[in-house]
């Protein structure tokens, strides 16, 4: 098998050519490796390869994408005996005793793991450029970033090198690079992946698990694959009535859509906005009710709420690393100064936090009683160049010395920090809310700029509506196909 005739399948149909043996599952896993090894080198989305140990499994079998070439992300993601290092110096050399249930759910699927792909450290920017692996680069455009924190499973399925990837989402982390890298992407809502076992949900349930593609039916069977009770989960999900491909073939109906580009942190991208609106006119051309809507939230304090708790989970997450054996001071300059920002938020501060977090989830809740879906653009405007984001040379110096000095509760009161990671969040202001309020979202490719750079708009669901938001996945699919569209002269 070619790799023109590999990257012209998905996963699902490529497991279906294994399954009726008209294809070696061998044969697919050479051509992704090969692909692995003739692009890599140029974006950077692979850290830890595995082609020889994949060379030695058998994973087909049964399972719904048994044969499938596969990567995980290396943040949490955990199969025993390997790395997980999450993008951290510290964490090189440090093998997960445990295998994630959502790995061994994936396993069991019959998925076969060529790898780990680059994420930020922590998986704390929209961004992918940790200092232990370097940055990883955006297929449609080597200068431009792939987003993050899955931008190295982002690029590595635009790419072609697999037609699915594993990713997670805390604030973004799928629907950013889905939207950077012209993939679909989304993010389930809160509980419905299971994050066991080292934790019984990550990040109060704002991060879960997920997956990149190309096709939705993909991300539709990857996800069916791992949804389910959990017995060390803090509740039971409500579970989908049907298979989340079976909703592939059911019409949407009659969406009530509430579009916005509202922002509290700068005014969006004129391309955002086209995406946004040649979105809104694709949907009303589909027999859709869309409408123009103010943000059902307060934005401007939904972006303080979710920085307040990141620094917090951020330094929590140093802490665990070190009691795992990573040195202390092995750690990414960025990720201790909002660590050091985190650890000067009181309890009372925090639980207030997050008392807003429900507010806001009331207000989401208040506006899908009116509108079946909200629609925003996916980023505040095309994927941004590698090391824009870095953190000035003299604001780093002076963060040194604030640690050095011991004085995070004065960073935390100068605010900043705070701006620092706000001037980051500019470029992604729409993902988190998702995240706050636990409710599903996606991100699907409908617009490409004139320099050929995709920007994604996202559709964000109500409680239990994912399969709503596949359902309308699957129409846009059809209405205006980008599966083919490839990177590259």
């Not at 449609?140 to 594993?166: E, K, N």
């Not at 799928?174 to 993010?187: E, H, N, T, V, Y």
């Not at 299971?194 to 990149?212: I, M, Q, S, Y």
């Not at 207000?363 to 824009?388: C, E, M, N, W, Y």
Request: some cysteine; glycine content about 12%; aromatic content about 6%.
């Amino acid at each position: 098998m070619d790799y023109a005739e590999y990257r012209k399948h998905d996963g699902v149909a490529l497991a279906e050519l294994i399954r009726d043996g008209e294809v070696p599952a061998s044969e697919v896993r050479e051509a992704a490796i090969a692909r692995a090894e003739g692009v890599n080198p140029l974006i950077n989305a692979i850290t830890r390869p595995r082609y020889e140990a994949a060379r030695d499994e058998d994973r087909v079998g049964s399972g719904p994408l048994a044969g499938v070439p596969f990567l995980l992300k290396d943040l949490h993601q955990e199969w025993a005996g390997t790395v997980s290092s999450g993008g951290s110096r510290g964490l090189l050399r440090v093998p997960s005793t445990r295998t994630a249930e959502v790995v061994r759910r994936w396993l069991d699927a019959g998925l076969l793991v060529l790898g780990r792909t680059n994420t930020p450290e922590f998986g704390a920017k929209p961004i992918t450029e940790p200092e232990a692996f370097g940055p990883t680069r955006n297929p449609w455009g080597l200068s431009r970033t792939p987003g993050g924190s899955s931008g190295g499973a982002a690029a590595a399925v635009a790419a072609g090198i697999v037609p699915v990837a594993g990713a997670s989402d805390g604030g973004g982390s799928i629907r950013i690079p889905a939207a950077c890298c012209g993939l679909f992407g989304l993010k389930p809502g809160r509980g419905l992946v299971p994050a066991g076992p080292e934790r019984a949900e990550n990040f109060h349930g704002a991060a879960l698990d997920g997956v990149l593609s190309r096709s939705v039916r993909d991300s539709a069977a990857a996800l069916e694959a791992v949804v389910g009770p959990d017995p060390a989960g803090p509740y039971s999900p409500g579970t989908p009535e049907r298979g989340f491909t079976r909703e592939l073939t059911r019409d949407p109906g009659r969406l009530r859509i509430g579009f916005s580009a509202e922002s509290a942190l700068g005014a969006p991208h004129p391309h955002a906005e086209a995406a946004l609106n040649d979105a809104a006119g694709l949907l009303a051309e589909l027999g859709h009710e869309v409408e123009p809507v103010e943000s059902p939230v307060d934005l401007d304090a939904l972006a303080v709420d979710f920085l307040r708790a990141w620094s917090v989970k951020l330094a929590a997450s140093i802490d665990e690393a070190v009691r795992a054996g990573a040195p202390p001071d092995s750690f990414e300059l960025d990720s201790r100064l909002l660590a050091a920002v985190g650890r000067g938020v009181s309890g009372p501060e925090y639980s207030a936090t997050l008392d807003r977090w429900h507010r806001h989830t009331r207000k989401l809740a208040d506006f899908h009683q009116r509108h079946d879906l909200l629609l925003t653009p996916s980023l505040a405007g095309p994927p941004v160049r590698i090391g824009q984001l870095a953190t000035p040379s003299l604001l780093h110096a002076a963060g040194r010395m604030a640690l050095t000095l011991r004085m995070g509760p004065v960073l935390h009161r100068s605010g900043l920090v705070d701006r620092i990671a706000r001037e980051n969040l500019r470029h992604v202001p729409y993902t988190q809310l998702a995240n706050i309020t636990g409710r599903p979202a996606m991100s699907v490719p409908l617009y490409w700029t004139p320099d050929r750079l995709p920007l994604g708009v996202q559709f964000v669901g109500p409680l239990a509506g994912e399969g709503v938001l596949f359902r309308l996945a699957s129409q846009l699919e059809q209405a205006r196909p980008w599966y083919h569209n490839e990177p590259g002269p």
